[in-house]
């Protein structure tokens, strides 16, 4: 029989504790007499064969209560000790309670377990009270709620307790839609209610490589202009579970070509550029040994949103997309770095006047930049103070400057300052080239007098040493005329 071989499929593609919750739940929803269903993405990934750790669940009854009798009745198994061994055991091997988290205004609710959850919803029907709202929810049919779905390949549902029907629930075709590749919407009004749902197209169409039937894409495009009715907040778990996808890139060119993300603010744009960055972001998009892993790649999407726009419009992008305070500061740092890109290209610049400038800047910006530039030798500086500089300090700690006699105060910092930039151009390659160095330093410090203890009169102590020395601390190449006694 087909149904129970889908659910067998479903059991064996589960790691034993998430087997282990499902059967409970199962179990325990039989007991209570409620039906229960695997609906939307997980079913839709199940008939494509694409294994999913993602448990959808929708009862018809109260989801809510039925997520905390299941946490009770795991509790109290493991109490008792009749808990299958696995239930309760997460993927660091730890036992730990069930944690429910529930949503009375959507009656949904999560039932968290080391490593994994599943999300349990009432089956309901969504009216909006105006495009863009969050939807009012009543409890309704496994049918009804099909119905305000977004997609026919998500309004798919398979009943997981008897009495079990012999059919998957499939009110608008989905399945035909999954053989035909096509992502269609349910009614006319779908991008109305629910603006992010064009993303949603896009992302699925590149996803699993269909395409956006010809009149959705019709609604979908006449109905751009409601994307300014999405909240800051759903836009950001949007692009969040876009940068989420192995290929972003092709999902935001799309949108950029469809005219979403102009609709979404009129300075966002995707151009190729952004492109080939976010390809060379990914953990296998630089030369080995340089690149990214999963959660640097992501964070570093963010910024190269700003590319090639300015500060006000960069801000501007990250309040559109509620970008959270990391985010912020690295999109609103892109201009700042196109700015100072062509101090890094000159040649023969030492390395420690390229760290010293890179050092303010966040993070997922330098790497976003790294990716950006067109200068190959902007590039490799930069991924050079990203990889290799930015770790290396000097042999020498403060204590140890302490320990060889050298006075405590902010002329210690200063030193290690100085010890970290030799290291960095080679000047001083042992700790004993250092204890050099440090003490070169100190000496010509104290020659330098009483501006050399006042922290305020930091800007005169760096003359002081550049006038001793006869160079300049100014990767500029400004003389330190003017600046020091
Ligand atoms: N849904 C919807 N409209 C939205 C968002 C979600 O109708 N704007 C419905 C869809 O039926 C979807 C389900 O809610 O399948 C669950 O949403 P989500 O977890 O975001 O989608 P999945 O299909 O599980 O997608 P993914 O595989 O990307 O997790």
Redesign the pocket.
Known sequence: MRKPNLIGKLRAGLPAPIRSLFDQLIKLADSRGLPVYL????L??LLLDRP?L?L?IAVEGDAPTLARQLAESLSREDKAGSAHPEALVGRAGTTSEPRVVTHPAFLTATVRVPGFHL?LITARSETYARPGALPTVTPETIEDDLR????TI??LALRLNSPWRVEILDPAGGRADLEARLIRALHKRSFQD?A??IL?AV??AS?FGFNVEPQTLRWLKRDLRYLRTISGTRLHHEFS?IFAESAPEEILHRLHDLGALAAIDPTLRFDPPQADAFTRLRPDGWRSGRQLNTTGARASYWPVLAWNLNEPQALDVSRRLAATKPQRKALAAMPALQRLAPNLAGPSLKRSAVAEPLASFPLPALWAFSALTDDPTVRERLLDYLTKARLERPHLTGDDLLALGLPSGPQLGEILRRLRNARLDGEATSREDEEHLARQNDAEGRDCGDVWVNEQFLALEFACFTCLRGETADPTGEPPVGRGH
């Open positions: 609906v939307g993405g997980p839709r990934d999913s993602d959808d999300d305000r779905r977004d997609f998500n309004a629910d992010t749902r949603r992302q699925y996803r579970r």
